[in-house]
């Protein structure tokens, strides 16, 4: 047990998760990080994974797992049910980030997501070379990829107050998945991705409900 180790932006994650926490770890992959929660800080939950030779990885290693689609049967949990919940590179890759967060700031009281910031330099540059970005964070070519959403960190925070949740922390990553120490614009351009660990709060009306308000 001494020897188990995790992905490097999944220890980031795990070092925000209080032991002995509920988890609810969606897009859980092979359930590298539950199971190292489940082993090592006696927490308990359940993997939401989709991709059979993920979920087979899953099971094997013991990781209580069911299989859903997160965007249209996350009405299946209970509100409180769970203590946070996990996406680790996952919201990309749903149809309709809003409302799943939506749904998520009410299962539970904290959400810690990664995501990959299309924003990065080295994304700009090509594509002003005319060609789409592919890094270690953003792997595939345009048309096997399995994300839907590309975002830049700018362009990501704001939907978290639309949908009711607070920024406790934002974790700037380098391609390695090790946390950087960057200013909040300075991180827009230079990580490859970004952990937040996220609070339940109170929705704010977004710029286009504002205009449509003052409109009526």
């Known amino acids: 047990m001494n020897q188990m180790t995790i992905r490097d932006d999944l220890r980031v994650v795990a070092r925000h998760i209080h032991a002995g926490s ?20 006696e927490c308990t939950g359940t993997g939401v994974e989709r991709q059979p030779d993920a979920v087979l990885a899953a099971i094997s290693r013991g990781v209580p797992l069911i299989e859903l689609d997160i965007d249209h049967e996350l ?6 049910s769970y203590d946070v919940v996990v996406l680790s590179r ?3 890759a749903l149809f309709r980030p809003d409302l799943v967060l939506r749904q998520l700031r009410v299962i539970a009281p904290r959400i810690i997501l990664t995501m990959p910031n299309f ?7 090509r594509l002003l070379s005319g060609h789409m970005p592919r890094s270690r964070d953003l ?3 345009w048309y ?11 362009d990501l925070e704001p939907l978290f107050a639309e949908v009711g949740l607070v920024i406790e922390k934002r974790i700037p990553l380098a391609a390695s998945g090790r946390p950087q120490t960057f200013g909040h614009l300075a991180a827009n351009l ?10 339940r709060g109170v929705p704010t009306p977004s710029a286009d409900h504002q205009r449509s308000a003052k409109r009526q």
């Open 90 to 92: 996952t919201l990309e």
């Open 190 to 199: 230079m990580a490859s991705s970004a952990i937040y660990v996220l609070q």
């Open 22 to 41: 509920r988890v609810l770890d969606l897009g859980c992959g092979d359930g590298e990080l539950l199971n190292w929660l489940i082993r090592r800080r």
């Open 119 to 125: 924003g990065l330099w080295r994304h700009r540059l």
């Open 139 to 141: 792997p595939y070519t």
């Open 75 to 80: 009405d299946m949990f209970a509100p409180d």
């Open 144 to 154: 096997e990829t399995p994300n839907l959403h590309f975002t830049t960190l700018v």
